[in-house]
C-alpha cells in the first residue's frame, strides 16, 4: 500500500521493509531458459512458482495502528504477517516519534499479540483481506520484581491484624489491628516506630494522608483519630460524629488540596462525614444512606463515591456536599469500590524511583497535579463495585449513571476489587476461592487464577501493573504473573487467615496482616 506522510511515515516504511527481509519470504525463479531446454507455456510452469505467486499477498496484511482511547497512529500499514511484537514496538515508536523506546503491549480484538501477528490471526481467525486494528497500550518503563521470601515476621500486635498500608513514598507501613492499636514500622529496618494507643475498639481501617504527614484510623468505637506518624503522637481530639463503628476512611486528593486537610469518613450508621483536620471539625454531613456504608473513594475530579447495604452507590458533591447521581442496579449489598485512577491518587507528588524533596506545599499540589494529568490524558474517571449479588459494575460516573458493563462469573460474594495502576485491568477477588480478570476499559471477562483453596480477601498490584497478589483465608497468599495469567509464586508462612496485604507503592516490598497477630514483609 502507498504510504502518506513525513519523516515518521518513512522511517516506518523503512523498518517495515527491513521487516519483510527478514520475513524469509521465498524469492521468484529465474525466468531465463539454460542453453538447450525447451521453452514452456505459463500452464506447464513448475507448481512451486505458482504456489509462491498464490501465496505471496496472504503473507501481508493490511493494519492500522490505534491507541485504548481510539486515536490513529499514523496511516495504515501493509506488514508481513509473521511481523513480531519486538517489531512491533520498534514501528510504533517510529510511528509516535518517541526521543526513547517506550514499551507497549499489542492486542487484536482484546487478545494480546504474545509472540506473532500471524499466531494471533490465527487464534481469532482473523480474515487477511480487511483491514486490521492492532491496538496498543503502552506499559510502565520500570519492571517490579516479584516478591519471592519473607524477610521479617513482626510481631507487637496481641489480636488480629486488620490493615495494612504503605505511606505513599513508601518508607513507613502502618497497621491497624483488633487490640485497638496503630503501629507505625520502618520498613527499611523492617521494626517497630511507634504505637499509637487511644482507640477502645478494634481498629477497623487506616489511611496515609497524601503527604504522608498523618495517618487517619477509624474503630469500632465510632471515632475517627489523626496521628503523626514522625512522632506517633496523635494530632488534636478525636473526631467525634459517628454513632457506629467507621467502615472506611479516604483523604482529599493532593492535586485538588495543597494542604491535605480533608478527610472522608464511612459509618455504620448510614452517614458520611466530610472532616477538617486541621481545626477537628466536621463541615459537611452526607445522610442519604438508609443502611450502613461500607466504602466511601474520594476521587480526582471533586467527586465523593459511597458504597451502602441500601444496594445504592451515591455520588456526591466534595465541596458543597450536593447529592449529584445515585448509581443503582446491585441486588444485594454493595462491599467494595475501586477508581481507575487510585493509584496516581495514593502516591500523589512521589514519582517512583525519584526522591524530590519539596519546598512548600504549593510545589507538592503542583507535582502531584502534573502526574494525575499526565494518567488521566483526558479519559474520564471509571469507578467499579463489587457487591453480595456475586457480581460487579462498571461505572463512569462524571457523565452517566448508566453502567458500561455488568461482569458476572463469581459464584460466591465479591469481597474486594483493585484497579491496576495503568487502568488496564480490574482485578476481583471473591469467597468462591477465585480471582478474576477484567478489562478496565470494557469490563469484559479476561481470565480466571484459581489456586487458592479458600476464601480470598483482598488483591493489590505492583506498580507496574504485571504482577498482582493475593491474600487467602488458607493461610497463603500467592503472586501471579498478568501476562501469562499463571501463579507465579506461592507464599505460606502465615498461620492463620491473611486478612490485609498490599503492594508498596515503589515495588520494593509486600506487606502482609494475618489473624495470627503478626505482620510479614515479602521481597525479591
Known sequence: AELHGGSETRKAKMEI???TRESGRPAAPNPKRRKGEKPTNAASQPSSTAEVDTDAPKNRIMAQFKSAEGTLAGPQLDLPQDITTEQLQTLINELLSNEEAMPYAFYVEDSEITSSLSQSLQDKN????????????????????????????MPGHTE?????????????????????????????????????????????????????????SGSTDGDVRIWCPETGKALGSPLKGHKQYITSLSWEPLHRNGNASRLASAGKDGTIR?????????????TSHTLAVTQVKWGGEGLIYSASRDRSIKVWDADSGRLVRE????????????????????????????????????????????????????????????????????????????????????????????FSPDGR??????????????????????????????????????????????????????????????????????????????????????????KDRLLRIWRH
Not at 496498543?136 to 519492571?143: E, G, I, S, T
Not at 512521589?350 to 524533596?357: A, K, L, N, P, V
Not at 474520564?380 to 455488568?406: C, H, N, Q, V, Y
Not at 489456586?451 to 491474600?471: E, F, I, K, N, T
Request: proline residues 3%; hydrophobic residues 35%; glycine residues 8%.
Open 327 to 418: 448509581l443503582s442496579g446491585h441486588a444485594h449489598w454493595i462491599n467494595t469500590l475501586a477508581l481507575s485512577n487510585d493509584y496516581v491518587l495514593r502516591t500523589s507528588c512521589f514519582e517512583h524511583g525519584q526522591s524530590r524533596e519539596f519546598a512548600n506545599n504549593e510545589e507538592r499540589k503542583e507535582a502531584a497535579l502534573e502526574r494525575y494529568q499526565t494518567h488521566m490524558t483526558g479519559r474520564a474517571e471509571r469507578l467499579i463495585s463489587g457487591s453480595d449479588d456475586f457480581t460487579m459494575f462498571l461505572w463512569e460516573p462524571s457523565t452517566s449513571k448508566k453502567p458500561i458493563a455488568r461482569l458476572t462469573g463469581h459464584q460466591q460474594l465479591i469481597n474486594h476489587v483493585n
Open 425 to 514: 485491568y480490574i482485578a476481583s477477588a471473591s469467597f468462591d476461592k477465585s480471582v478474576r480478570l477484567w478489562d478496565g476499559l470494557s469490563g469484559k471477562f479476561i481470565s480466571t487464577l484459581r489456586g487458592h483453596v479458600g476464601s480470598v480477601y483482598q488483591v493489590c498490584w505492583s506498580a507496574d501493573s504485571r504482577l498482582l497478589v493475593s491474600g487467602s483465608k488458607d493461610t497463603t497468599m500467592k503472586v501471579w504473573d498478568i501476562k501469562t495469567r499463571k501463579l507465579k509464586f506461592d507464599l505460606p508462612g502465615h498461620a492463620d487467615e491473611v486478612y490485609t496485604v498490599d503492594w508498596s507503592p515503589d515495588g520494593e516490598r509486600v506487606a502482609s496482616g494475618s
Open 17 to 19: 521493509d527491513k521487516m
Open 274 to 286: 466530610i472532616w477538617d483536620v486541621l481545626i477537628g471539625r466536621c463541615l459537611i454531613s452526607l
Open 160 to 216: 488480629a491484624v486488620l490493615s495494612v498500608n504503605f505511606s505513599p513514598d513508601g518508607k513507613r507501613l502502618a497497621s491497624g489491628s483488633g487490640d485497638g492499636t496503630v503501629r507505625v514500622w520502618d520498613v527499611d529496618t523492617e521494626t517497630p516506630q511507634f504505637t499509637c494507643q487511644g482507640h477502645k475498639g478494634w481498629v477497623l481501617c487506616i489511611a496515609w494522608s497524601p503527604d504522608c504527614k498523618r495517618i487517619a
Open 126 to 153: 482473523v480474515s487477511s483481506e480487511v483491514v486490521l486494528t492492532i491496538t496498543y497500550h503502552p506499559q510502565a518503563v520500570f519492571r517490579v520484581r516479584p516478591v519471592t521470601r519473607c524477610t521479617c515476621s
